[in-house]
């Protein structure tokens, strides 16, 4: 429950920011563009076997064999604001899917591992136009992830925790392409980076390639231009 809170918190200051930041910022030609996507695809991480290594072998089980998943799907949703064309900040909140792991160990047991990542972004987007409905993006930002794991051990393996979870403040990349399909919709695909950690101490990176579309809206009206003020009549004195 305090990591829930904890990351509700994070979600609601990431917003609060981006709402003061609006109020002195505006590109030059009066738009306010705001917007929020959603997208979804494949994953990857990449799981810490060295460290499950040393930790049952410094229990004296040497690990016969080893089997990793370490691909599933994920998706995620964010929002963001453009302060101009080329630079933007964005939040999100993402899962990025469940990873697993089999050991066999000598004397005879296994252990089972399963870690399911998810939580919240927050970036700074740098963005240029390749043509005008193409442009490409790259962001660089942070992650505040909760990875709750599971362990079921069977023969000499026992478990002392079997649900542990760990919420931490890692660092995160991405880049992505996106197409306009109109004013106010388009097209993304992205790859994204994410640092996490484990809840029993491991350390890796998940991949994230996701398509998905962007709504945008803001666009102030144009300023209409102020009438010229009236000409002082010429008043001819006649003699």
Wanted: proline share 6%; with cysteine; aromatic share 8%.
């Amino acid at each position: 429950m305090h990591h829930n809170t904890s990351i509700s918190r994070i979600f609601k200051l990431s917003l609060m920011a981006m709402t003061v930041a609006t109020s002195c910022a505006t590109w030059a030609d009066g738009t306010m563009p705001w917007y929020l996507g959603a997208s979804g695809g494949p994953t990857q991480g990449t799981i810490d076997d060295g460290r499950i290594l040393q930790r049952l072998s410094t229990a004296g089980l040497p690990i016969a064999s080893i089997t990793d998943d370490s691909r599933d799907k994920g998706y995620k949703v964010y929002g963001g604001y453009h302060f101009s064309p080329n630079f933007g900040v964005e939040a999100s909140y993402f899962d990025v899917g469940n990873y697993a792991f089999a050991v066999a160990t000598t004397p005879a047991g296994t252990l089972h591992g399963e870690a399911r990542i998810r939580g919240l972004g927050l970036d700074a987007v740098l963005s240029a136009p390749l043509t005008e409905k193409l442009k490409v993006s790259a962001k660089v930002g942070l992650n505040y992830a909760q990875t709750q794991d599971t362990f079921v051990g069977s023969g000499a393996v026992t478990v002392g925790n079997p649900s542990p979870s760990q919420t931490e403040l890692n660092p995160k990349i991405g880049f992505s392409l996106e197409y306009a399909l109109t004013d106010a919709l388009s097209v993304r695909a992205e790859i994204e980076r994410y640092r996490v950690n484990d809840a029993v101490g491991g350390r890796g990176d998940v991949d994230h390639l996701t398509v998905g579309l962007v709504y945008s809206w803001g666009l102030k009206p144009p300023i209409e231009p102020s009438a010229e003020p009236a000409k002082p009549s010429t008043i001819v004195e006649t003699r």
